[in-house]
């Protein structure tokens, strides 16, 4: 399977306690986003790296919020001390090209208690 | 603040009927708009994507966009029940096409569910 993958697919936590997300894109995309979705509402972005450059972030995206892409490949989604709020589908996606389709992993689902 | 606006529904069709769903959005410059399909509790599928005014067509999927109108639907011929689930028009937000090819985030609608009736 040569699509986009990410790790864990669920994840429960208490309160307060750190999370990290990882996501592989497509081999060879270049640009690659996250995104969250709640229930009921459509995906919104969180940020997004070009190569390993982390182009822009969200408003959304608070200081408890960081993301790497250190070489390019894969990328990490932590979020610190978490919050009821946080609770969500976290989802990775990538592309490449110039029309910018971006195509989407499994997601994470976070459920913090 | 650039938004993508879609009925939420649910559009219930009968199985064989056209399903038409439709989308609109409030940045002008807006160059690159896309249809994903989301079962419910998966993530989203692009379906199909857009960038001239005019239809598009893919198997039983038309695109129609009309930017003086900013406006862009999806047509799916011959409903299946397979069909039923919730639709997201997204909508690039990136400027930066105008210097040779789109990237950046998308904005996406909230999904307009839809119910295709055996």
């Known amino acids: 399977d040569t699509g986009v993958s990410q790790d864990p697919r669920h994840k429960i936590t208490k309160r307060g306690q750190n999370v990290t997300f990882r996501c592989d894109p497509i081999?060879?995309?270049?640009?690659l986003y996250w995104y969250r979705q709640t229930l009921g509402q459509g995906p919104e972005f969180l940020t997004y790296f070009q190569n390993e450059a982390q182009l822009e972030k969200s408003r959304l995206l608070s200081d408890r919020f960081s993301a790497e892409r250190p070489k390019g490949s894969f990328s990490t989604l932590e979020i610190q001390r978490t919050e009821q709020g946080d609770s969500a589908m976290y989802l990775c996606?990538?592309?490449?090209?110039?029309?910018?389709?971006?195509?989407f992993g499994p997601g994470t689902r976070l459920t913090v208690l | 603040q650039k938004e993508v606006e879609q009925n939420s529904g649910p559009l219930s069709v009968p199985e064989g009927a056209i399903a038409s769903l439709n989308c609109t959005y409030s940045d002008r410059v807006s160059q690159s708009f896309f249809w994903y399909r989301q079962y419910s509790g998966k993530s989203p599928e692009l379906i199909m994507s857009i960038y001239s005014n005019g239809d598009k067509e893919d198997g039983r999927f038309t695109a129609q966009l009309n930017k003086a109108s900013q406006y862009v639907s999806l047509l799916i011929r011959d409903s299946q029940p397979s069909d039923s689930a919730t639709y997201l028009c997204?909508?690039?937000?990136?400027?930066?096409?105008?210097?040779?090819?789109?990237?950046?985030?998308?904005?996406f609608g909230k999904g307009t569910k839809l119910s295709v009736k055996p």
């Open positions: 996606a990538s592309s490449d090209g110039p029309n910018n389709e971006q195509f």
């Open positions: 081999s060879e995309h270049n640009r």
């Open positions: 997204a909508v690039n937000a990136d400027r930066l096409f105008l210097e040779g090819g789109s990237q950046g985030n998308l904005i």
